[in-house]
């Protein structure tokens, strides 16, 4: 975003910055306005549908309570008839029949509510094709799609359904009541049917076009009208309301917005109204679109104003990139305005003084270069000295094999290999064969003085050789331990272990020397050694941080043992790549 800044015209972007600025101001506040219109929309639209609802809610609720004491009343006149399919008294069986045959159709013709009554059990029997009462065996009720609803209930509300009439299909919300004996064994099943019309209107009331929905106490939904339109997810919401009442503002991820409005009854019955968002917010879009139109008016009239504003700070800017792009020309400098004295005056100014210092950089810059040819040439110098080093040693190790001098022979090659993996023509990191290699040299000549003075031993895991660690990371240590550790000493032993440990690499160097005093590491007034170790400290520190180190226990008298942590470096970028470092030569 800030490459804006140093990349467009400064006309431009000072005209196209207070545009964009007044633009959006005006986005914001037709947002907020927008914003507050429609909350405050919705507030006054949910408490209108709030006491809408309750009052039908009331409505609805005295309906539906008359529905279940039908129901309750039905099942204790059943009891009192006492109807007997296995009576063995024809006369008094067909008599009972009727009864209740004439108690069910009477419970329909009382209400215009009910439009059937169908009774479960175990022995049914013929009923008028064309009445309003159908009985059937109590064991097909398990078959019915609504059973699950009452299996583990007394009594239940059925979800809307259709069945079939003399007039066709018919949809019906039902109300079923298991019926038990007075020694409580279930022995039938009375399920009443009611009209949804009936429903839908008393949901409905005087009001047209809305969508609004009926859930009884256990969130099941009974019946419906208009089109509310909601997922399954919200209709989890809406079963995990506690509230008597309230509202809720649901945001759709694949259908619109909609404000949810609802009532529960004593009984926990819930009416729910369901309101598009688009037609709660229509006022406000207008106003928003009315602010916004007015804006835009604002904006177009302002732009001129900038337009002209602008231009007042961009020309002496234009003036001076159009004089600066005339260098290396210092005449034309008198040319400049002299008449600015604000922030484009120090502007001018400052370009006179720097045309004044532009000859003395260019003979700064001439000096440099000679200076770098200088240095040069030094590098190319010193890149040959290692390779007359290479030549001596070697012009020497044949001197001393002519002369029959193998120990000064040996010496010299192993110095040569030493040399060799020491300046690894110039790498930091080298394979932990050569660092191994470079310090059994190092041993072997202190051995060819020493004698069998000296005794050492070395073992490594034999997958570890191809890694990568820092050069002269371990010949150090065990300089220190000849030179320092066995100073005085007629003998002494060494012992180096390398092993793997996770991902890192541990290296343990021990010896049988004086041991090392407690102030080893601090700084000495004259130059006594001690470099080695530090550096080494230091490189590690450097390339690897914590956990990484030089971990060191001696005690004078006692020996000294050096425990070395690395990471597993499979490949010399991986040092970059993980650990930040730049190559440094030592």
């Known amino acids: 975003m800030f490459t804006m800044f140093k990349r467009v015209r400064v006309g431009r972007l000072f005209f196209g910055s207070f545009a964009v600025f007044i633009a959006v101001l005006l986005l914001i506040s037709s947002w907020i306005s927008y914003s507050l219109t429609s909350r405050e929309l919705a507030a006054n639209t949910a408490n209108y549908q709030q006491d809408l609802l309750n009052e039908l809610n009331k409505r609805l609720v005295t309906q539906l ?140 009331g005087e009001t047209k076009g809305r969508s609004r929905l009926l859930f009884d106490a256990s969130g099941r939904k009974i019946a419906a009208i208009g089109n509310p339109n909601l997922q399954e997810s919200e209709l989890e919401k809406i079963k995990l309301i506690k509230e008597k009442s309230g509202s809720l503002h649901l945001t759709a991820k694949q259908q619109s917005e909609s404000l949810l409005v609802w009532s529960k009854s004593p009984s926990n019955w819930t009416l729910v109204e369901v309101t598009p968002w688009k037609s709660i917010i ?13 804006g835009l008016s604002a904006i177009f009239i302002a732009s001129f104003v900038t337009f002209f504003i602008s231009r007042q700070f961009t020309n002496p800017i234009k003036l001076l990139v159009a004089y600066m792009g005339k260098l290396p020309d210092r005449g034309l400098v008198s040319d400049l305005p002299m008449d600015y004295t604000n922030e484009f005056g120090n502007l001018f100014n400052g370009y006179r003084k720097q045309m ?163 102030d080893w590491h601090q700084p000495k007034a004259r130059k006594t050694g001690g470099y080695g170790l530090r550096n080494v400290r230091e490189r590690i520190a450097a390339y690897f941080g914590h956990p990484y180190g030089v971990h060191i226990t001696s005690a004078e008298g006692q020996g000294t043992e050096v425990k070395i942590l690395l990471p597993q470096i499979h490949h010399k970028d991986e040092v970059e790549e993980r650990y930040h470092v730049e190559n440094t030569h030592y």
Not at 149 to 167: G, H, L, S
């Open 65 to 204: 309570n008359s529905i279940e004491q039908m129901s309750l009343a039905a099942f204790r006149n059943i009891d009192t008839i006492g109807f007997d399919p296995m009576d063995t008294d024809l006369f008094e069986r067909n008599r009972r029949r009727k009864d209740l045959s004439d108690l069910l159709a009477n419970i329909t013709y009382s209400t215009t509510m009910i439009q059937s009554i169908h009774l479960y059990t175990e022995q049914p029997f013929m009923t008028d094709t064309q009445g309003p009462v159908r009985i059937y065996d109590l064991r097909q009720v398990k078959d019915e799609a609504w059973y699950p609803d009452i299996q583990n209930n007394d009594f239940a509300w059925i979800e809307e359904r259709t069945i079939q009439a003399n007039r066709g299909s018919i949809p019906v919300i039902g109300f079923a009541r298991k019926l038990y004996n007075n020694s409580g064994i279930y022995y039938g099943l009375l399920l009443l049917n009611v009209k949804s019309s009936e429903i839908q209107d008393l949901i409905r």
């Open 282 to 294: 229509n006022g406000s879009i207008r106003l928003a679109l009315i602010l916004l139109t007015v």
């Open 356 to 518: 004044e210092r532009i000859d003395e950089l260019l003979q700064s810059l001439k000096d440099q270069h000679k200076r770098q040819r200088d240095a040069e040439i030094q590098a190319l110098q010193a890149m040959i000295n290692p390779h007359f080093l290479y030549n001596t040693l070697d012009q020497l190790n044949w001197l001393a094999i002519d002369s029959g001098q193998e120990k000064i022979s040996k010496i010299l090659s192993l110095m040569g290999k030493m040399f060799r993996i020491g300046l690894s023509n110039g790498e930091t990191l080298i394979p932990l064969a050569d660092e191994m290699t470079h310090m059994d040299c190092y041993l072997q000549i202190q051995q060819i003085r020493w004698g069998e003075r000296l005794t050492f031993t070395i073992s490594m895991d034999e997958t570890a050789k191809d890694l990568y660690i820092p050069r002269l990371t371990l010949q150090p240590f065990i300089e220190n331990a000849i030179i320092h550790g066995f100073h005085g000493r007629k003998t002494g032993e060494i012992r180096v272990s390398v092993q793997l440990i996770h991902s890192d690499i541990e290296f343990l160097i021990w010896d049988n020397g004086v041991g090392l005093h407690p």
